[in-house]
C-alpha cells in the first residue's frame, strides 16, 4: 500500500514538473496601452467587467482587467429594469445558491449587493471617478457564477455574488488609490455619483483562468 501511494505521489509530482517545463515563460515586456484600455471602455456599459489579457508565467497566471461601473441607486438601474427582470426570470431555474463564509447569526443587512472569488485576489487601481468601495460582511443566499460562465472562465474564477450582510467595511476611493481584496472577500459599490473606473490585478496561482487569453477588442 506504502508502495502505492508513493508511486502515485512521484506520478503526480512529475507530472507538474514536466508541465513547468513545456511552459515558455515570457521573454519580453507584455504592454498593455492607455490606448487599448480606452478602447475596452468605449464598450462600458454593457461590458461593465473587461479582461485585458491572463498571462502564462508558468507558475501562475497574471490577469489585468477594466472595469467600469456607472452610478448606483436609482440612476443605475433606469432603463435596465426590465430587460434584467426578465434575465432573472430565465436564470432562476439554474441558480447554485452559495454563502461566501460562515452566516452570522442576526446580521443586518449592508444594503449592498457585491461578488466573492473563491480563488483570485484582486488589486484595484482606480482609474477616474469614484465612490464608495464596501468590502467584508458575508454574501448569503447569493448566485454561484456557472462552470462555464465568463466570470469564471476570463474574469474572477468561481464567485458568489449576492447582498452582503454583518460588518462591512464601507471607504470612498478616488482617482490613485490602490485597494488589496484577498480571495474570499465580499466587495461591492456604492455611492457612486456618475462612474468609476479601475483596473484589477489578478493574481492566479492555480491556473483558474483561460491561460493566453487577449481581449478580443485589443488583438493584434
Not at 500500500?1 to 515570457?26: D, E, F, N, R
Not at 502564462?56 to 441607486?73: E, F, M, Q, S, W
Not at 449576492?162 to 488609490?177: A, E, R
Request: hydrophobic share 35%; charged share 20%.
Amino acid at each position: 500500500m506504502k508502495k502505492t501511494v508513493l508511486s502515485v505521489s512521484l506520478l503526480v509530482i512529475g507530472s507538474h514538473c514536466a508541465a513547468y517545463a513545456q511552459c515558455q515563460v515570457p521573454k519580453d515586456g507584455i504592454y498593455m496601452f492607455d490606448t487599448e484600455v480606452k478602447e475596452l471602455l468605449k464598450h462600458a456599459p454593457p461590458a461593465v467587467d473587461q479582461q485585458l489579457r491572463v498571462v502564462d508565467l508558468c507558475k501562475y497566471n497574471l490577469a489585468v482587467g477594466i472595469i467600469h461601473r456607472g452610478p448606483t441607486g436609482a440612476a443605475a438601474g433606469r432603463g435596465r429594469g426590465q430587460a434584467a427582470a426578465k434575465g432573472k426570470a430565465k436564470q432562476a431555474a439554474n441558480i447554485e445558491r452559495c454563502n461566501s463564509g460562515p452566516v452570522p447569526e442576526n446580521a443586518a443587512p449592508s444594503g449592498v449587493g457585491g461578488i466573492s472569488h473563491d480563488d483570485e485576489t484582486e488589486t484595484y487601481i482606480i482609474v477616474s471617478g469614484g465612490g464608495t468601495l464596501v468590502t467584508g460582511g458575508t454574501i448569503v443566499n447569493g448566485a454561484r457564477s456557472g462552470p462555464e460562465s465568463q466570470v469564471t472562465k476570463v474574469l474572477n474564477g468561481p464567485s458568489c455574488s449576492g447582498q452582503i450582510v454583518g460588518n462591512v467595511t464601507k471607504k470612498p476611493v478616488v482617482p490613485g488609490d490602490i485597494i488589496i481584496i484577498p480571495f474570499g472577500v465580499p466587495h461591492g459599490w456604492t455611492d457612486i455619483a456618475d462612474h468609476v473606473d479601475y483596473l484589477s490585478v489578478r493574481p492566479d496561482p492555480d491556473h483558474v483562468l483561460q491561460s493566453g487569453y487577449v481581449n478580443p477588442l485589443i488583438q493584434k
